[in-house]
């Protein structure tokens, strides 16, 4: 596999339920990131890691909750949500937190509902 | 606080119309702008990045052009398969790493 793959594709779950997104890159890069995209809004910034180390949480509810183990996988564990949290999650890789030369590789996202 | 704005919303040409999509922007230390392609359920596509103003950068049927406060992505003879939506990017230096804010995108169809 080359790229960024996430997993799964689609999601759907109850607001007690708890559940993780897988993201895995295959490109070598440092820097890992989530993302969250709604309908008609840009996407916004969840989390940034450096070398498994995260260096911003962006006012995300702990609800969300992130983990990287190494620098090539990334998870977003999930608990209690709201039907507002149903969105597509991306995850995107970049070979430097400092400098995003060629932008960031992005993953096909999960589709998440919640109901 | 870093913005990006895009318009149109939407567009929508005839195969072979030629047009322009804006990005409009406002950063505290442009580092970097980036045009991203999207396709329905997949995740943003890298196309370019533009780093001054006055730099051009070609990809097939796509140009992007960059000025101090906005850049363009003209779209020549266009194709149905150059329908996606369009995203617009900013790069900004913030607290150690490199802070990037996306527009809303410019949601676009090619008719055959």
């Known amino acids: 596999e080359t790229g960024v793959t996430q997993t799964p594709r689609h999601l759907v779950m109850g607001m007690t339920n708890k559940k993780s997104l897988k993201c895995e890159q295959h490109?070598?890069?440092?820097?890992m990131y989530w993302y969250k995209q709604s309908a008609k809004k840009p996407l916004e910034l969840m989390f940034v890691y450096s070398l498994e180390e995260r260096v911003e949480n962006n006012s995300v509810p702990s609800r969300f909750s992130p983990e990287c183990p190494n620098s090539s996988h990334l998870f977003l564990h999930l608990h209690t949500l709201q039907p507002e949290d149903s969105a597509l999650y991306l995850c995107?890789?970049?070979?430097?937190?400092?400098?995003?030369?060629?932008?960031?590789?992005f993953g096909s996202g999960t589709r998440l509902t919640v109901v | 606080e870093d913005q990006v704005t895009q318009s149109p919303e939407a567009l929508r040409l005839q195969e072979g119309e030629s047009s322009s999509l804006n990005c409009s922007y406002t950063?505290?230390?442009?580092?970097?702008l980036f045009w991203y392609r999207q396709d329905p359920g997949k995740g943003p596509e890298f196309l370019f990045t533009?780093?001054?103003a006055g730099e051009e950068k070609e990809k097939e049927r796509l140009k992007a052009t960059l000025t101090k406060k906005e850049s363009f992505l003209h779209i020549t003879a266009p194709k149905p398969e150059d329908s996606a939506t369009y995203l617009c990017?900013?790069?900004?230096?913030?607290?150690?790493?490199?802070?990037?804010?996306f527009g809303t995108g410019t949601k676009l169809q090619v008719i055959p």
């Open positions: 490109l070598g890069h440092n820097a």
């Open positions: 990017a900013v790069q900004a230096e913030s607290g150690g790493y490199q802070k990037v804010t």
């Open positions: 533009l780093y001054s």
């Open positions: 950063v505290s230390g442009l580092r970097g």
């Open positions: 995107a890789s970049s070979q430097d937190i400092r400098v995003v030369l060629d932008g960031y590789t």
